[in-house]
């Protein structure tokens, strides 16, 4: 049987001395490469990164320095957190709706006038207010404990939107 290594590296068919070392196998929706590992599905850049270096510490993500998410290549993966990858989303201009926070990004379902009002009711129940706005008990729940509704500045520390 083979090792999960020797399963890992039969799906990079190049690797170039330079650029990335793209995953050839399967894939996510989202366009990161896949594979399973003890039955169970993991992604592929996370298994390279494994390899070369032992075990991802929790709480840490493995980041794509080179911005592909097919890239395997172990130089060009780094650990971050989820703020590291978010200001790199927003710094490197993938970011949905860059500079469309709140009520600006055309996904959102909360005007600032309701997030305001949710975030002032502590009176009515979580459930109450989700079926009145349309979203989830712990979507109100978030917002009112101020968990979502802000965006990362410059510097990719999370501040509020003026409302």
Wanted: charged share 30%; net charge neutral.
């Amino acid at each position: 049987m083979k090792t999960v290594e020797e399963r890992f590296w039969e799906k990079v068919p190049n690797r170039p001395e330079e650029g990335c070392w793209e995953w050839g196998a399967s894939t996510k929706p989202e366009g990161y490469g896949q594979m399973n590992v003890n039955g169970r599905p993991a992604f592929a850049h996370r298994v390279s990164f494994e390899i070369a270096n032992g075990p991802i510490p929790a709480g840490m993500l493995v980041r794509h320095k080179c911005d592909n998410s097919l890239c395997v290549r172990p130089d060009h993966l780094e650990l971050g957190t989820q703020t590291d990858n978010m200001r790199d989303m927003i710094s490197r201009g993938r970011a949905r709706h860059p500079g469309q926070p709140g009520e600006l990004n055309p996904a959102a379902k909360l005007t600032n006038a309701e997030v305001s009002e949710i975030r002032s009711d502590t009176t009515r129940s979580l459930s109450s207010l989700a079926r009145e706005h349309g979203v989830s008990p712990q979507r109100i729940s978030q917002i009112q404990q101020r968990k979502t509704r802000h965006q990362l500045n410059a510097k990719g520390e999370f501040v509020e939107v003026d409302e």
